[in-house]
């Protein structure tokens, strides 16, 4: 699912893409709620839609956490 869904945008490791790239160190220093009100409300004039009409609060939730202990991809 996150692969598919948001790696469509934010390229398939999570890297980033057309969205922004979404590997943990990307993601420290923005709290959990704004991001999971990003992935709820989408985020206006950007590419990133809502995505409150497939996802639950805990949903969105569970992927924040799963973003922030993605494994890390060797550099190169
Ligand atoms: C249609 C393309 C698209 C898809 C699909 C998409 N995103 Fe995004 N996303 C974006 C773009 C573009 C941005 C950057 C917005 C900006 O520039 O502020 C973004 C930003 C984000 C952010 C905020 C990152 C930050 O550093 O502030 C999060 C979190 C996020 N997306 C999660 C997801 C998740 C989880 C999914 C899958 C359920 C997903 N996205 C699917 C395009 C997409």
Redesign the pocket.
């Known amino acids: 699912m996150?692969e598919h869904?948001?790696g469509?945008?934010?390229g398939l490791t999570l890297q980033g893409g057309?969205?922004?790239a979404?590997t943990p160190e990307?993601?420290v220093g923005?709290s959990d709620d704004f991001?999971v009100a990003?992935?709820l409300e989408g985020?206006k004039g950007?590419?990133?839609?809502p995505?409150k009409k497939f996802?639950k609060e805990s949903e969105a939730r569970w992927?924040?956490l799963q973003?922030r202990n993605l494994p890390k991809k060797q550099a190169d």
């Open positions: 996150l869904d948001c469509a945008c934010h057309l969205g922004s979404l990307a993601l923005k991001l990003t992935i985020r950007t590419a990133m839609p995505w996802l992927l924040v973003l």
